[in-house]
């Protein structure tokens, strides 16, 4: 028998893995001793490092896989739930394994931003410890301050707000820079210009992830079949076409305060331990936001998400 083969996880669909080796892409399937394995999350998705024993039709057998640092994950139904729970219950969804970071792409303008499904969005990268960074794109629709005004209250929290414009190019070069030698997730709503900013970032990619949505967006808007785009200058860039929402996986309504950082700093100051921060008294955070020190747009995300309301 020959020796494993290790290798990267570059695109899943449908019970099979395309896997990138020193010697070559291989089309794989799992071992079947690893289907086996009931857990409450993909065994193996995109991102995955993994061991692969070739096979004589020139295809692969995934042996092994490592255990993950990180994901981009969220709520898928059925399957098992959540940490090991009954069957029926909510499962988890990986999209991108192992990714460096993640990139939330929204518009200035046309369409106007949702920054509630921004702040979901961080809610997600904060409760996988994921580095998230901010992509203000279409930049040059909308004056300097108008953009600032939007997005400019992100930077102070800790996430990196990037200004740009496939048409004028601003911001590429700085956006281009963080991405290289690094697996980057590419991710937000439609209609805010990301296959642009791809061309933008290297010529051609952006056709080559339209392609992939169009290949994999059929059906269901609920599936997402990311790949993984190789970068020129090193790296890799997943575009996650049909990603509308994230729903929150294995985040309880009482941690939530803990996943906002500008929050996090005054929940011990509340009066009491199991504070909701939504009408108790001697409230920190509510205090807080009177005060001007937490953003009432980012008070608003956290209390629509604590009560369950849909973005």
């Known amino acids: 028998m020959s020796a494993w083969l290790p290798g990267l996880v570059t695109k899943a669909q449908s019970g099979f893995f ?22 409450a999350s993909d065994l193996a998705a995109v991102g995955d ?32 739930g959540r940490r090991g729970a009954r069957a029926g219950a909510e499962a988890e969804q990986v999209i991108v394994a192992n990714p460096d970071q993640v990139i939330f792409v929204f518009a ?7 920054l509630p499904m921004l702040d979901r969005f961080l809610v997600v990268a904060e409760a996988n410890a994921l580095p998230a960074v901010i992509a203000a794109n279409k930049a040059d629709l909308v004056t300097p301050e108008q953009a600032t005004a939007l997005f400019g209250l992100y930077a102070p ?9 496939a ?21 937000g709503p439609s209609g805010v210009g990301k296959s642009s900013l791809l061309n933008a970032l290297q010529p051609g990619l952006g056709l080559k992830a339209r392609a992939v949505s169009a290949a994999t967006s059929k059906g269901r808007h609920t599936t997402v079949y990311p790949e993984l785009l190789a970068l020129d200058e090193g790296g890799y860039l997943a575009d996650t076409p049909g990603l509308r929402a994230l729903g929150l996986w294995d985040v309880e309504p009482e941690e939530l305060d803990g996943y906002f950082v500008e929050i996090r700093p005054y929940v011990e100051q509340c009066a009491f331990n199991d504070c909701t921060h939504l009408n108790e008294r001697g409230c920190a955070v509510r205090a807080a936001v009177a005060a001007g020190a937490i953003a009432s747009s980012r008070y608003e995300s956290y209390v629509k998400l604590r009560l369950g309301e849909e973005e």
């Open 18 to 39: 395309w896997v990138r080796t020193s010697q070559g892409d291989f089309v794989c399937r799992l071992r079947g001793r690893l289907k086996q394995v009931r857990q």
């Open 49 to 80: 490092r993994v061991e692969i024993a070739r096979q004589p039709d020139g295809t692969g057998t995934i042996e092994a896989v490592a255990p993950r640092a990180r994901v981009l994950s969220r709520r898928a139904p059925g399957g098992y």
């Open 108 to 114: 200035c303008a046309q369409p106007a931003p949702r």
């Open 157 to 165: 929290l800790g996430y990196p707000v990037h200004y740009t414009s």
């Open 167 to 187: 048409v004028t190019g601003q911001g590429t070069a700085a956006l281009r820079e963080r991405v290289r030698g690094k697996l980057s997730v590419l991710a």
